[in-house]
């Protein structure tokens, strides 16, 4: 039986929201397009019907997670982004968590398109979190740029430390008081 065109598309966006939660959860280089194609329900021999290489879908997957972040900030008072993303929840939740937090430091070591992807997410998401216009205001961009790297890196920080360890909520509670406290 043949694929119609929109089956092929809706397949492509499966196996990329897949690859999303997959590469955030066990990184890049603990997924393989095998183990990524069975997950999504597909076979292997199909990946190749939809992206030139893995990176081809690490690039696409990561933009995708990025987006997922950003809209959760649409419409939210950036307190309330600020408390939501640096929560024990958001820190545990690694697979449908910020792609920035869990891949930030593998995109450092992957192709150029990868690396543009993370790039162009996070002037998306610096947009989304903008109170005022970027352009006009340099001096907010740098506010909301220190607020958005300090939050990932709280995250960051947080997740190395052992589950059930007191550093970790202690991470995530000082840089949102001190996030919220400059804010304010």
């Given amino acids: 039986m043949k694929v119609t065109k929109a089956q092929a598309q809706a397949n492509r966006a499966h ?52 987006a997922q972040t950003a809209a959760l900030s649409v419409g939210a008072a950036r307190p309330d982004f600020v408390r939501a993303y640096l929560s024990r929840q958001h820190r545990d939740a690694r697979a449908t968590g910020c792609t920035m937090a869990a891949l930030g430091g593998d995109a450092a070591r992957q192709p150029h398109e990868v690396r543009t992807s993370f790039a162009d997410g996070i002037e998306r998401l610096l947009a989304t979190l903008a109170l005022t216009d970027a352009d006009a205001e340099p001096a907010a961009r740098a506010v909301t740029l220190d607020q958005l790297a300090h939050m990932v890196g709280a995250i960051v920080m947080s997740r190395a430390c052992p589950d059930d360890s007191p550093l970790a909520d202690e991470i995530l509670a000082v840089c949102r008081d001190r996030i919220l406290a400059g804010a304010g």
């Fill in 15 to 66: 196996v990329v929201e897949t690859a999303s939660t997959l590469f955030r959860e066990r990184g890049y280089d603990g997924v393989g397009v095998a183990d990524l194609m069975a997950a999504a329900g597909f076979t292997h021999g199909g990946f190749y019907k939809h992206f030139r290489s893995k990176a081809d879908l690490m690039a696409e997957s990561a933009a995708c997670g990025i």
